[in-house]
C-alpha cells in the first residue's frame, strides 16, 4: 500500500475492504464454472488496477499523508503501533467471543501467579517493612566452634545483650526483643487474650519505624516504671475502629495498669514478620507481666530470653560485624565464664530472623515459594498454549486476509508486528484481569485464617513490585502466545492461500500439527500438577493417621493463666486441684491432668546437667524439651510409660525431686538401659533430681518430627501460673467441651479459658501450613484440568468443523455414526496419550524433590499418578466426546453443500 501514501488504519481498513472483495469474487468464478488456477488469475488480475483505485480512493476518502516507506524515525514508528492497537482493537470488537474467552483464559493463568508472587513478596521478598532493611541484621548467640550443632542459634540474656549496646564498634544501635507471649488483658468487662512482645527501648529507633499515631516508648521508659505500650495497628482497627482515642487509654495486661501511648505502622508486626503481637512494652516490664516466666531475667545473666537486631554504621558490612561480635564473646567469656564459656555470638540477615528461630523455616519457605511460582507458571503457559491454539484456529481463517495483505505489497514483518500487537494487547487486557482475580482470590482465601489471631498474621501487601510483576508477566504473555501463530499465519503461498477453499481435506491436519504439539504439551503440564496435588491430598490424609506420641482421638485441651488473673500461688493451687476434682465426677469425662506444655507447641531448653556425662566446658548443658505435668497426666494424654512408674500424690512439695525421661534422652546418655535411678539437674535448680520413668518417645514441636530428648517433672514441685488443662472424653471430645470449660470457669472466676481444641484440631492445627499449600495446589491443579480440557475441546471442535465436508462425504458413503465418533475420540486420546507419556518423567522428578515435605507418602507414589491420570482421561474423553457427538448428528448434506 506504499503508492497510496495512507495512514497505517487507513491501510488496514482498505486491507480488510479487499481482502473479502477478492474472496467473494473467487468464490463467485469457481462457483460459475471457471476452474481454479484460471478464477485466481481473473482474480487477482483486479489488483493491477491499484492506481486507479487509489486515485478513487482519494476522491472518496481523503486520507492522512504518511512519511515515505523508507523512513523510520521515531514519530512513525509510534504512530505505527498506535495504528496497529487501534486495529486491533478494532478487530477484537468484532470477535467478542474469542477475545472474552482468550482475556479470561490469560486473566487466570497471571491471576494464579499475581497471587502467588504477592505471596512471595510478602513473605520472602519484602518480608520486614522497615526503612533500610538491609542495614539490619539479627544477633544471637551460637555454640562454639567446637560444640557447634549446625546452624543452632541461642538467645541471650537481657544483661549480655545490654553489655553488646554498649562495647560493640559496628552499630549504629542495637536492639532486644522476645517473641510473642500471651497475656490477659482487661480493656472492658470481660478479659481478653492478647500476645505481647517484649522489647528495649531502642527497638523501634533500630528498625527505623514510624508511629501511625501517638509515639514509641524510648530508652528511658524501659524499665520496671515504664507502664507503657505501644498496640498493633490491625488491633487498633480491630478494637477501637482507628480512633485517636486509643492513645491514652488504660488498660490492665496480667494485673498491672499500663498506658497506650501509640500504634505501630500499618503492616508491621515486628521481626517476627509472620505472627506477631497485639501490643510491645518495654523489656524492663518483664519481670513484673510475667513473674513466674521471666522472673530475675533482667538480673540473671544465664537466663536467655532475648534476640538482638542491629542497625550497622555506615560503611560497616555483615563480616566486620561478625568479627567484632566474635571478639566481644571472648571478652564476656572471659569475663563470666560460667554462662558464657563456650558460646560465641552471630551477625545474620535479617531475613534468618524473620521466620523465627528454627533455622529450616527460611529454607523451607523459599523451597516452598519456589515450588508455587513453579506450579502457576505451569498454569500460565496452558493458558498461553489454549491461547496460542485459538489464535493458529485465527490465522486460518484469516489466510485469505493475509494472501491479499501480502498480495498487494504487505511485507511479512509488518503483519507479524500487527498481529503480535494484537496477542500483546490480549495479553495486557488478561493481564488487567487476572491482577484483579489475583488479589481478590488471595484477599478471599486470607479470610479464612482463624479470627482468634486474625490481628497477629501477616497479611499480603500490595505493592509497586507486584504491579510491575503482572505488567512484566502480561507483556511476556502476549509474546508467548503470539509469536508462534503470528510466524505462521504469515508464513503463507499467496496463490495457494486464495484457492484452498476448495482444498480442505488433507490440509487439516498438517494445520494441526502445532496445535497438537501444544496440547499435548497443556496435557503433560496438567499431569504434573495434579498428581503434585494428588501427592499432597495423600500426604495430608496419611499426617492424621501419624502417631504422635499421644492419644488425639478422645483428648481435649484447654489454655489458661490463673497467674494473669491475679491469682497468688496457693490459690492457683487450690484452682488446679479443684478443677481436676470437679472433672473427675463429670459425666463423659475419663479423667483429667495439667500439663505446661500445649500439643505440638513445646519448647526446648538448654541447660540441663546429666549424671555421668563428661562436661567439655563450663556452658556444655543439654538441650531437651521441659514438660510440667499433675498426677495422672501420662494416662489422660495417653503417653505409654516404658519403665518405671508415674508420678503420684505422694511427689509433693516437699518430697525428694524426682523426673520421668523419655525414650530418646534414655538411650542418647544411658544406652546401657539403666536410666532409672541416674540423676539430672535442671536449668536454674540448685539439687538433683531422681529419674523414676521412662515415657515413650513423642512429638513435642511438630508432627513428624526428629526424636528430641524431654523431661517431665511433676507440678507439685515446679509451680507454674499458667497450664494447659487436658481431658479425656468417654467418646467424641466435642461433647464435653463447653461443659468443662464451664466447670473450669466456676473454679476460677476471672480466669480466662481460652484455645479450646480437640485432638484432631491440634494436629490440624499443626499441619495448617501443610493444608494451606495443598489448598492452593489443588486450586490450580483444578484450574489447570479446566484449561486443558477447555483446550481439548476447542481443538477438537475446531479439527471437527474444518473436516466437516470430509464427515459428510464419511456419512454419505455409509459411514456409521458411532465410527465417526470413535474416529475423533481416537484422534483427541492419542494427543491425550502422548501428553501423559511427556508428563510422567516429570511428574516422577518433581515428586522426588517434594519427598522431603510429604508425610508417610514417597514423591513417585503410584496411587497418586495413577488418580491424576485417571482424573485425566476422564475430562478429557469428555472433552473430546462432545465435539465427537456434534459431528455424528450433522446432515452430511449440509455438510457436502458448505464444502
Request: one cysteine or more.
Amino acid at each position: 500500500m506504499a503508492p497510496l501514501k495512507m495512514s497505517a488504519a487507513a491501510a488496514a481498513d482498505v486491507v480488510e475492504e479487499l481482502a473479502q472483495h477478492l474472496e467473494d469474487r473467487y468464490r463467485e468464478l469457481v462457483s460459475g464454472g471457471m476452474d481454479e488456477e484460471r478464477a485466481y488469475r481473473e482474480a487477482a488480475g483486479e489488483l493491477e488496477e491499484l492506481p486507479a483505485l487509489g486515485a478513487a480512493l482519494e476522491r472518496r476518502h481523503p486520507m492522512e499523508r504518511v512519511e515515505a516507506a523508507g523512513e523510520t524515525n521515531a514519530g512513525t514508528w509510534v504512530e505505527g503501533v498506535w495504528s496497529d492497537a487501534r486495529f486491533a482493537g478494532r478487530t477484537l470488537r468484532k470477535n467478542p467471543v474469542f477475545a472474552m474467552f482468550a482475556v479470561l483464559t490469560i486473566g487466570l493463568g497471571i491471576g494464579a501467579n499475581t497471587a502467588v508472587f504477592t505471596l512471595v513478596d510478602t513473605l520472602v521478598l519484602n518480608p520486614l517493612p522497615v526503612a533500610g532493611a538491609r542495614d539490619l541484621v539479627s544477633v544471637a548467640g551460637a555454640r562454639g566452634k567446637s560444640e557447634a550443632k549446625g546452624d543452632e542459634t541461642l538467645p541471650l540474656s537481657y544483661l549480655n545483650l545490654r553489655d553488646l549496646g554498649r562495647g560493640n564498634a559496628v552499630f549504629a544501635s542495637l536492639a532486644g526483643y522476645t517473641g510473642p507471649r500471651v497475656v490477659t488483658v482487661e480493656m472492658g468487662e470481660k478479659p481478653e487474650r492478647m500476645f505481647a512482645e517484649l522489647a528495649t527501648g531502642s527497638y523501634f529507633s533500630t528498625l527505623g519505624v514510624r508511629p501511625a499515631a501517638g509515639r514509641f516508648y524510648g530508652a528511658a521508659e524501659d524499665n520496671d516504671a515504664g507502664a507503657v505500650a505501644v498496640m498493633n495497628y490491625a488491633t487498633w482497627q480491630e478494637r477501637f475502629g482507628g480512633s485517636r482515642e486509643a492513645v491514652g487509654r488504660r488498660l490492665r495486661i496480667n494485673g498491672v495498669e499500663m498506658t497506650v501511648i501509640g500504634v505501630a505502622p500499618r503492616g508491621f508486626l515486628g521481626i517476627n514478620g509472620v505472627f506477631g503481637p497485639d501490643i510491645w512494652v518495654p523489656a524492663g516490664m518483664a519481670e513484673r507481666l510475667l513473674p513466674n516466666e521471666m522472673g530475675d531475667v533482667l538480673r540473671d545473666r544465664g537466663k536467655a530470653e532475648f534476640l538482638g537486631v542491629g542497625r550497622l554504621k555506615a560503611g560497616v558490612r555483615r563480616a566486620q560485624a561478625q568479627a567484632n561480635l566474635e571478639a566481644l564473646a571472648g571478652a564476656l567469656a572471659r569475663q563470666y565464664p560460667e554462662v558464657n564459656q563456650g558460646r560465641t555470638l552471630t551477625a545474620r540477615p535479617i531475613r534468618e530472623a524473620v521466620f523465627g528461630s528454627a533455622q529450616a523455616q527460611p529454607s523451607l519457605i523459599t523451597f516452598a515459594a519456589a515450588v508455587l511460582l513453579a506450579v502457576t507458571g505451569m498454569v500460565l503457559l496452558i493458558a498461553c498454549s489454549n491461547v496460542a491454539n485459538l489464535m493458529l484456529a485465527r490465522a486460518a481463517a484469516r489466510g485469505h486476509e493475509m494472501a491479499v495483505r501480502m498480495a498487494i505489497g504487505a511485507s511479512r514483518r509488518r503483519l507479524v508486528r500487527q498481529l503480535l500487537t494484537e496477542s500483546v494487547l490480549i495479553g495486557l487486557a488478561g493481564g488487567a484481569a487476572g491482577f484483579g482475580m489475583g488479589i481478590g482470590g488471595l484477599e478471599l482465601m486470607w479470610r479464612f485464617r482463624p479470627a482468634e489471631v486474625a490481628a497477629n498474621l501477616i497479611m499480603p501487601k500490595l505493592d509497586g513490585a507486584v504491579l510491575l510483576f503482572t505488567l512484566a508477566v502480561a507483556l511476556a504473555t502476549g509474546l508467548v502466545f503470539g509469536t508462534m501463530p503470528a510466524l505462521r499465519a504469515t508464513r503463507v503461498d499467496v496463490g495457494e492461500s486464495l484457492k484452498e477453499e476448495t482444498r480442505t481435506m488433507g490440509r487439516g491436519r498438517s494445520r494441526n500439527r502445532a496445535a497438537n504439539a501444544l496440547l499435548a504439551g497443556q496435557v503433560a503440564f496438567s499431569f504434573v500438577l495434579l498428581a503434585v496435588a494428588g501427592l499432597f491430598l495423600r500426604s495430608i490424609g496419611r499426617a492424621y493417621e501419624i502417631d504422635p506420641g499421644f492419644q488425639t482421638a478422645h483428648l481435649a485441651v484447654f489454655l489458661t493463666n490463673p497467674g494473669q488473673a491475679g491469682y497468688s500461688e496457693a490459690r492457683t493451687k487450690g484452682f488446679y486441684k479443684e478443677v481436676r476434682e470437679r472433672l473427675a465426677a463429670a459425666p463423659g469425662v475419663v479423667s483429667a491432668s495439667w500439663a505446661s506444655n500445649v500439643p505440638l507447641w513445646a519448647r526446648a531448653v538448654s541447660g540441663l546437667e546429666v549424671e555421668g556425662r563428661v562436661k567439655r566446658s563450663a556452658s556444655d548443658t543439654v538441650t531437651a524439651v521441659e514438660n510440667t505435668v499433675d498426677v495422672g497426666y501420662f494416662e489422660t494424654a495417653g503417653v505409654a510409660l516404658e519403665q518405671g512408674r508415674e508420678f503420684t500424690e505422694g511427689d509433693g512439695e516437699k518430697a525428694a525431686p524426682v523426673a520421668i525421661v523419655n525414650e530418646k534422652m534414655a538411650r542418647d546418655y544411658w544406652p546401657g538401659g539403666d536410666a532409672v535411678g541416674r540423676r539430672i539437674r535442671l536449668p536454674g535448680e540448685t539439687g538433683d533430681r531422681e529419674i523414676v520413668g521412662i515415657a515413650r518417645t513423642a512429638n513435642y514441636t511438630a508432627l513428624a518430627e526428629p526424636p528430641q530428648p524431654c523431661v517431665y517433672v511433676p507440678l507439685a514441685q515446679k509451680y507454674w501460673d499458667a497450664m494447659v488443662l487436658y481431658v479425656r472424653s468417654e467418646g467424641d471430645p466435642a461433647r464435653v467441651m463447653t461443659a468443662v470449660a464451664r466447670q473450669v470457669r466456676e473454679a476460677g472466676p476471672g480466669v480466662l479459658v481460652h484455645g479450646e481444641r480437640t485432638g484432631r484440631m491440634v494436629v490440624g492445627d499443626g499441619l495448617f501450613q501443610a493444608r494451606m499449600g495443598v489448598g492452593l495446589l489443588s486450586t490450580f491443579g483444578l484450574l489447570a484440568l479446566g484449561l486443558a480440557s477447555i483446550g481439548l475441546y476447542g481443538i477438537m471442535a475446531f479439527t471437527v468443523n474444518q473436516r466437516r465436508r470430509e464427515m459428510g462425504v464419511r456419512m454419505a458413503l455409509g459411514a456409521a455414526r458411532g465410527d465417526l465418533v470413535g474416529m475423533i475420540l481416537w484422534q483427541g486420546m492419542r494427543v491425550v496419550s502422548v501428553g501423559l507419556v511427556l508428563g510422567l518423567p516429570a511428574a516422577l522428578g518433581v515428586g522426588k524433590l517434594l519427598e522431603r515435605a510429604l508425610y508417610g507418602v514417597g514423591g513417585q507414589d503410584p496411587a497418586s499418578l495413577a488418580g491424576a491420570a485417571a482424573v485425566l482421561v476422564l475430562v478429557a474423553c469428555g472433552a473430546c466426546w462432545l465435539p465427537a457427538r456434534r459431528a455424528s448428528r450433522m446432515d452430511p448434506l449440509a455438510a457436502l453443500r458448505e464444502g
